[in-house]
């Protein structure tokens, strides 16, 4: 069975920072495409952001560039997003979500992803 676990998750103040791993039990995903979403309560979930297969290519939310990193380990099979100068909007359980098929662009839609993690919770107060 596909799993993918996310941790890191908790409580930080406005300006911290926080680092998110996942942890794929597949060896096959070190050929796909690794992304981040978030779900805020009431909110549709949204795209953060995404890795491709050689990490090669990555993107983000604009709501996120120059304060996110996504970066991936292939030997094992993780993906981390290091976030900093958190705001209070970051609040939201994190996802973190595989392809099932190989592509060369850097998908950043939800339906586009064919595993997602348990989700982990990131709350910033102000």
């Known amino acids: 069975q596909v799993q993918l676990v996310e941790s890191g998750g908790g409580l930080v103040q406005t300006g911290g920072s926080l680092r998110l791993s996942c942890a794929a039990s597949?060896?096959?995903?070190?050929?796909?495409?690794l992304g981040w979403f978030r779900q805020a309560p009431g909110k549709e979930r949204e795209f953060v952001a995404a890795?491709?297969?050689?990490?090669?290519?990555?993107s983000y939310a604009d709501s996120v560039k120059g304060r996110f990193t996504i970066s991936r380990d292939n030997t094992k099979i993780t993906v981390s997003l290091q976030m900093n100068s958190l705001k209070p909007e970051d609040t939201a359980v994190y996802y973190c979500a595989a392809c099932s098929v190989f592509r060369m662009v850097v998908p950043t839609s939800t339906s586009e992803y064919d595993y997602w993690g348990q989700g982990t919770q990131v709350t910033v107060s102000s």
């Open positions: 597949r060896s096959t995903f070190s050929r796909s495409a």
């Open positions: 890795i491709t297969w050689n990490g090669g290519s990555t």
